[in-house]
């Protein structure tokens, strides 16, 4: 967390809070901010475990107009709330936008991002939006609701990831309007490089997606279609003699058709 609050301390941009919630057992997180409290606004919540338990917390505490909800490891380049910024202030009929996350040497993490600019729908939200890259007006957050507390990290239930997916086709059904833009990048690894068993993580994250594609009644080909991209994935590792990346896609495959298959 440190090096993402060094980042916002660097933004060009300085019209900003800070909502970290806490959801820790122990005073840890307390003390990591201590140093920060004199350079930026920060406010401290906690709420039981969960990732969307933790943005409804922070959302509801939240004074700003435009929200985004980076992970607690990822940085934002100097220039990226002032460019977020001009964009709302630019289009005002646009409800939210969505950029990609990158290394620190600037390839693309996360997801096979559209190199293009565009309007995001439900077809394309699965390759132009991921949370950490996601900034919505409060006005999105007000006609949406909460994000669904059974879906993300911490859940307490199988599906562990699609929620700001789930969110984000939500908001669009209810007639918001949601831009792609690539040039807003946040720093961001790469998943499968993180620590922890990263077929385990594959899964988790499959049946999520697999979960949010049953939910929101999306054809069986469309199904398909992302169980057969990962299975490419998991051809091309094995091609290229790399086992661990083999095993991440073929548990995105399990998982995601875990996940469609799963009773809500």
Known sequence: MSRLLES?????YDDLEVIVVDQNEDERIAELLAPWQRQLSVVRLQSPRGLSRARNRGVAAAAGDIIGFPDDDCRYPPRLLADVAAVFGAEPDLDAVAGRTVDADGTPTAASWAAKPGCIDIRSVW???????????????????????????GSGTPFGSGEETDYLIRALRAGCTIDYRPALAVIH?????QAGDPARRGYA?????GRVLRK??????????????????????????????????????RGRA???????
């Open 127 to 153: 390759r132009r939006a991921v949370s950490a890259s996601i900034f919505l007006r409060r006005s999105v957050l007000e006609r949406v609701g909460e994000f669904d507390e059974s879906l993300g990290l």
């Open 205 to 209: 994250y499959g049946m999520g997606m």
């Open 189 to 193: 690894d790469e998943p499968i490089g």
């Open 216 to 253: 929101h009644r999306l054809p069986p080909w469309v199904l398909m279609y992302w169980l057969a991209r990962p299975l490419g994935g998991a051809l091309i590792s094995v091609v290229r003699r790399e086992p661990g990346r083999a095993r991440y896609h073929l548990a995105v495959v």
């Open 258 to 264: 875990a996940g469609w298959i799963a009773k809500p």
């Open 8 to 12: 916002l301390v660097a933004q060009q």
